[in-house]
């Protein structure tokens, strides 16, 4: 120990310096102790001022870790050493822990779900971003605070009592009561819980519109279904003339006929649903559909009119559409979309009506295919589900008229696939004005040599 | 929710009543959310639902009335701690009564569609006010639970719109009812409905008041909101 040897050294040093002194006024054993003492005592005021100085190294150490320590002699130096080597190692370990820690806590920010850790006593302790935006939480302000003073929904509160953890609860979000959130809690450590919400409107949205789907679809095959089990009753059970017969198996025939285009429907939406958009293979030529619709639409209207004085329609001149060019896509598909908008138009149109069929070139290359009627209208709140299986505006009224509530399904699902959109504007008492706009790139001018015949079937 | 006292027990037993309070609260948010549901949707199994759950409200009032008195009683707080107990007391009376008011809108909601006369009323004009009732309740027990002054005057500023929302709205009910009789029962139970949704927000506003007063140490019900914001800075 060469660092206590120096320092008796001094220490006796000083003591006999202090005998020496002494010695040159009072000679004799009284003396020689005096100075001996004086020196001891010399030595402590020394030894004191470098604890000081030692002390205020390490008050200066806590606010910055890296100063170095002062010149001290050999045992206080050691001591120094020591305890800024000790110091350095505590911050380096304090840095990695925290980096962990910063690590560990972005990570859970960066999870699509929210997550929030509860103390004890089922207070905050730390909560994600995610988990903010679901309850309307602040990360800083709602740190210890107790969740359920935030999360108030009696449906949290209880299963928060009851500690179910198996289950989790659905809750709706603090920012949009439409947006719903399951909630789980999972226990670890002691007592100590993670609560973990997830955002379920969309899962939820589609399970409803499955929900739905199979109960129009039961309802929709069952109506006719009852309808044609009754007459067959009738049939069966009552003695009934020729004329009668006749009759009812002509409304057999009807009902069994709508269930047929019910299904025919239904298979004609999963086909579209299921196949690859068509490309652009196939050109059709814009005069020739629009013949075909015109064609069909006046046979449907003579139709439906019969006695009555007939719709007003207008198409588009021949002469017109010799220009408009040719179409991409599937030519029956295309058929089918804008005919079931001419259809709806006649269907719902009395007779001596006005029905105005436009097809109108784009500056932009594109064209617009447009049907605008003179019917009742439709109200505005209706007009944004009208494209939604089985939506129906009267249902009794349009199952009177055979329609199956599919149409202007089929119609989105076609124009989806050719990148066309269907724009609808109405009002009660305004008519109805449907349009649909196809791009550019779905059509191209006509070529000159090969005049497409207005006549020829798609 | 409050600073550590000597007595931890009392930090529990505040805590405890509080818990309490925010769990009534709870409470009233989704019977209030379940009313405003039942009117828009004419559901009478909602409705019932926020008439039989009126009940469980009354309950917790006593409930927390009871604890609120034993801890005055054992402790006899002053300063913040009344302060404290004394508003929860009184948020406790807004909430039930808010409370009620959701259980007015139930109630009249099962008549109308018992009577049949539902889906003629144009519900849709109390969308907005009912939308905002139900966020100033949820914002008031936000700002109760922070203790945060600063969401507590938004809540004062924002209850002004509910009253000028309530105020159009009875213009518009008074032109129909000129224009056509007939409309004056359907109009009269609107009203009824617009004022249960204008006094929530009413309640939501005392229950800021309260937060202030928890606070800040000073009244301010009855106050101008230029003198409470001076109160507050």
């Known amino acids: 120990m060469p660092g206590l040897l120096a320092r008796l050294i001094r220490l006796l040093l000083l003591m006999g310096a202090g005998a020496a002194i002494a010695c040159l006024f009072e000679r ?69 822990s925290k980096n962990r820690l910063g690590n560990l806590q972005a990570g859970l920010q960066t999870a699509p779900d929210g997550i929030i850790i509860l103390d004890r006593a089922a207070r905050i302790e730390w909560c994600n971003q995610m988990a903010c935006r679901h309850f309307g939480l602040n990360a800083q302000r709602d740190i210890a605070q107790s969740v359920t003073h935030l999360l108030r929904d009696p449906a949290f509160v209880a299963h928060l009592a009851a500690r179910d953890f198996n289950h989790a609860v659905t809750l709706t979000a603090a920012a949009s009561s439409s947006q719903l959130l399951s909630v789980r809690l999972c226990p670890y450590g002691q007592g100590r819980l993670l609560l973990i919400s997830q955002d379920i409107t969309l899962f939820e949205q589609a399970e409803t519109r499955r929900r739905d789907f199979v109960a129009n679809i039961s309802h929709e095959i069952r109506t006719p279904l009852t309808v044609l089990a009754g007459f067959v009753e009738t049939l069966q059970t009552l003695p009934l003339t020729e004329d009668e017969r006749q009759e009812y198996l002509e409304r057999m025939a009807r009902q069994a006929g709508h269930m047929r285009r019910l299904v025919d429907d239904l298979l004609t939406l ?83 009506g006005e029905i105005d069929i436009h097809w109108t070139p784009l500056p932009d290359g594109g064209a617009r295919f447009s049907v605008r009627d003179s019917g009742p209208g439709i109200a505005p709140e209706h007009i944004p589900r009208l494209t939604e299986r089985f939506y129906r505006v009267d249902s009794a ?28 504007d109405s009002d009660l008492g305004q008519g109805a004005y449907f349009a649909v706009t196809f791009l550019a790139d779905k059509l191209r001018a006509v070529r000159t040599e090969t005049q497409p015949s207005a006549e020829s079937p798609s | ?142 700002a109760f639970a922070r ?14 719109l509910i009253d000028q929302e309530f105020k159009g709205f009875t213009r518009k009910l008074i032109t129909y009812m000129m224009e056509d009789p007939r409309t004056i029962s359907d109009s009269l139970n609107l009203l009824f409905l617009a004022k249960a949704i204008e006094r929530i927000g009413d309640h939501a506003k005392n229950i800021a008041e309260f937060i202030i007063y928890i606070v800040k140490g000073t009244d301010v019900r009855h106050s101008s909101l230029t003198h409470i914001e001076s109160v507050i800075h």
């Not at chain 1, 019969?306 to 007003?312: I, L, Q, S, T, V």
């Not at chain 1, 199952?399 to 124009?415: D, E, M, P, Q």
């Not at chain 2, 027990?9 to 925010?22: E, G, I, P, R, W």
């Open chain 1, 28 to 96: 004799g054993i009284f003396g020689i102790a005096f100075g001996i003492a004086l020196g001891g005592c010399l030595w402590l005021v020394w030894d004191t001022l470098r604890l000081l100085r030692f002390l205020d190294w390490l008050r200066r150490l806590h606010e910055d870790p890296d100063t170095s320590p002062p010149r001290l002699p050999a045992m206080w130096r050691d001591l120094a050493l020591r305890i800024s080597r000790l110091l350095r190692q505590q911050t380096r370990l304090t840095r990695k």
């Open chain 1, 270 to 352: 999963s086909h579209l649903e299921d196949s690859p958009p068509p490309g652009l293979e196939t050109w059709t030529p814009v005069a020739a559909l629009l013949s075909q619709i015109e064609a069909d639409a006046r046979a449907l209207s003579a139709l439906t009119t019969g006695e009555n004085a007939p719709h007003r329609l207008s198409f588009p001149d021949a002469d017109a559409l010799s220009q408009a060019g040719e179409i991409a896509g599937a030519a029956a598909e295309l058929f089918s979309a804008l005919f079931n908008l001419v259809n709806n138009a006649i269907r719902y149109t009395p007779p001596g």
């Open chain 1, 397 to 424: 009224r349009s199952r009177a008229t055979g329609g199956t509530g599919l149409g202007l399904s089929i119609v989105k699902h076609v124009l989806r696939r050719h990148n066309a959109t269907l724009t609808i």
């Open chain 2, 1 to 142: 929710m409050s600073e550590k006292h000597l007595s931890s027990q009392f930090d529990s037993d505040l805590t405890a009543v509080s818990t309490k309070l925010m769990e009534m609260g709870g409470l009233i948010e989704t019977q209030i959310q379940n009313a405003i549901q039942a009117l828009t949707q004419f559901s009478v199994p909602l409705a019932e639902e926020v008439i039989q759950t009126e009940d469980r409200v009354d309950m917790m009032e006593v409930a927390i009335d009871h604890a609120l008195t034993s801890i005055i009683a054992r402790r006899q707080p002053a300063a913040r701690d009344l302060r404290l107990l004394l508003s929860i007391s009184k948020i406790t009376t807004n909430l039930e009564r808010a409370g009620d008011e959701a259980n007015k809108i139930a109630k009249r909601v099962k008549s109308i569609v018992e009577g049949g006369e539902a889906r003629m009323m144009p519900i849709s004009d109390l969308r907005l006010a009912s939308s905002m009732a139900i966020t100033l309740i949820r914002r008031a027990l936000d």
């Open chain 2, 147 to 160: 203790l945060d002054l600063e969401a507590a005057v938004s809540i004062l500023k924002e209850d002004d």
